[in-house]
Nanobody
Framework: QVQLVESGGGLVQPGGSLRLSCATS????????MGWYRQAPGKQRESVAR???????NYADSVKGQFTISRDNVKSTLYLEMNSLKPEDTAVYYC?????????WGQGTQVTVSS
């Protein structure tokens, strides 16, 4: 049974940092390019970053230089380090395969950037 379990979100002030984690199970994590996605209120879900099994990374222009995606293929876990957070980064963050999200979505983790 495939599971994607995101964690690490929370309320943070503008300029703050968070580190998100996505623990996966039920599939061979190291075989897949993985990505982080986010969905802000009233908006469509969008891709923010992806990382190949060999750890080549790609970022949306809106987060380039601000977010860092990484993975631990032994732990089957995906990470997203988010720095210099802005109110517009407020969203529910999800992980999934990339560029096509083919696994069942997890519950996501809420990130709220507000003073």
């Amino acid at each position: 049974q495939v599971q994607l379990v995101e964690s690490g979100g929370g309320l943070v002030q503008p300029g703050g940092s968070l580190r998100l984690s996505c623990a996966t199970s039920g599939f061979i994590f190291s075989d897949y390019t993985m990505g982080w996605y986010r969905q802000a209120p009233g908006k469509q879900r969008e891709s923010v970053a992806r990382i190949t099994s060999s750890k080549i990374t790609n970022y949306a222009d809106s987060v380039k230089g601000q977010f860092t995606i990484s993975r631990d293929n032994v732990k089957s876990t995906l990470y997203l380090e988010m720095n210099s957070l802005k109110p517009e980064d407020t969203a529910v963050y999800y992980c999934n395969t990339a560029p096509a999200a083919v696994k069942p979505w997890g519950q996501g983790t809420q990130v709220t950037v507000s003073s």
